[in-house]
């Protein structure tokens, strides 16, 4: 049966660089829609009676600049078939042939795709890579552009690996090298060099080999292409993977003998320190420090997880995968369908879904006092004495408060108790006299 519409991939433009297959269907079209691109050399079909130029309907200004043209295309179809052809292959980067495709598989409308040589195939020959041994991340500089005005709230969105090569087709213009500068400088280092290229595998190929931090000061083009190679094992440190794995090697039998050492219970203390300094960061304003115990506290989370799973009870996946699901369940009003017009709507969402996991999921319970078991004692006097308050018969001068605070914890210094323990269970035991004597009455 023959398609209501067929879509021909022409591959880099010359006649003698499309299959026979694409130039029989040409040969045979009633009417044929072109969409052009920019430097390609499609003369040879424009000149044509039975030609239309899909650009004519182009709208840079509507939601989806394709619309108008494919209602158009589908439209002539419904009539008589009709080709639709695409420089290069049309399952490439192409908005225009997913709209038509989505569309006709809705309507019901056949189709054929008829493959071409695409920009990809021509980039391999040209840089002698193979994507496939290579592991070659592919991705658009036009959607690297459209992430711009999400900046700075674009962490995320581009998944990109220091440790493989990229290959970012569709450069068109200085937007889009701006934008894929952007985002290179999230993984990989200013001085990192790129190689631009252009028109790849024609007669007008060129080439120019630049760095991430300087790709502004490029231009762009309607077949310009980059390359980035990947970076060594250890030098990718801009990636969370790769402190994963350093850690890894760490813990290895040919690793770090302090490293290989520590356990979950050895690392604990270190985990608070770090807290404290991070917070002692943030006090000071000072985001450069900030920056740094971050990143201290990172490491440990990473040694803490790398722990778990050589001892089988979890991965840092699993991690990332209990937080990301977590956050998401705790967010409907972001992620969902419920509503929260300020924050107090928002706490209330927060306690029903909480309220529902401990039901499904019931956790260890904490502390009689109702805190967490390791909380530092004046932590925990501060927030029980507030729901549980003590009758004070005279108020001291700070001065004396000081005095008496530092007399009372010399005290149990002195006699070799631990004063955090002697607080937390003083707290415990007051907690209960009090329940206890709610209960009576």
């Not at 433009?13 to 969409?35: K, S």
């Not at 490491?299 to 995968?321: P, S």
């Amino acid at each position: 049966m023959t398609a209501a519409i067929t879509i021909v991939g022409l591959g880099p433009g010359p006649v003698d660089l499309r299959t026979v297959r694409a130039q029989q269907a040409l040969e045979t079209a009633e009417h044929i829609f072109v969409r052009g691109h920019g430097d390609v050399d499609l003369s040879d079909l424009l000149s044509r009676p039975n030609v239309t130029n899909v650009r004519d309907f182009h709208d840079i200004n509507a939601t989806n600049r394709w619309h108008r043209a494919a209602e158009v295309i589908i439209a002539s179809a419904r009539v008589s078939p009709v080709v639709l052809t695409i420089p290069g292959h049309p399952r490439f980067g192409e908005g225009l042939v997913d709209l038509v495709l989505a569309q006709c598989e809705e309507l019901g409308i056949t189709t054929e795709v008829i493959d071409g040589i695409s920009a990809t195939d021509m980039l391999a020959s040209a840089l002698n890579i193979d994507p496939i041994h290579h592991r070659v991340q592919l991705i658009a500089g036009w959607a690297l552009r459209r992430m711009t005005p999400e900046a700075p709230f674009d962490g995320g969105l581009v998944n990109l690996s220091p440790h493989l090569p990229v290959l970012i087709t569709h450069v068109y213009d200085h937007e889009a090298l701006t934008a894929t500068q952007q985002q290179l400088l999230r993984i990989f280092p200013a001085d990192h060099p790129v190689e631009m290229i252009s028109s790849a595998g024609l007669d007008a190929e060129s080439r120019l080999t630049t760095t991430v931090g300087e790709l502004p000061s490029q231009s762009g083009g309607w077949l310009l292409a980059l390359y980035v190679p990947a970076l060594g094992e250890l030098i990718a440190t801009r990636a969370a993977n790769s402190l994963q794995h350093i850690m890894a090697r760490l813990r290895r039998e040919d690793g770090c003998p302090w490293d290989r050492k520590q356990t979950n219970a050895s690392l604990a203390p270190t985990l608070v320190d770090e807290v404290y300094e991070i917070i002692d960061a943030i006090n000071a304003g000072d985001d450069a420090n900030l920056c740094e115990e971050l990143g201290d506290l990172l490491m440990l989370i990473m040694m803490h997880a790398q722990i778990a799973e050589e001892r089988g009870a979890f991965t840092l996946e699993d991690v990332y995968h209990g937080i990301v699901t977590k956050i998401v369940r705790r967010h409907p009003h972001v992620f969902g369908d419920d509503a929260a017009a300020n924050a107090e709507e928002v706490v209330g969402l927060w306690q029903r879904v909480k309220a529902e996991e401990k039901k499904a999921n019931p956790k260890p319970e904490k502390a009689s006092d109702g805190q967490p078991h390791s909380m530092p004692a004046l932590d925990r006097a501060a927030r029980v004495l507030k729901k549980h308050p003590i009758e004070i018969t005279e108020v001291s001068s700070g001065d004396e408060r000081q005095r008496a605070l530092l007399d009372a914890v010399a005290a149990i210094v002195a006699v070799g108790d631990d004063p955090n323990k002697v607080l937390k269970s003083a707290l415990i035991d007051h907690v209960n006299v009090g329940n206890a004597a709610d209960e009576e009455r």
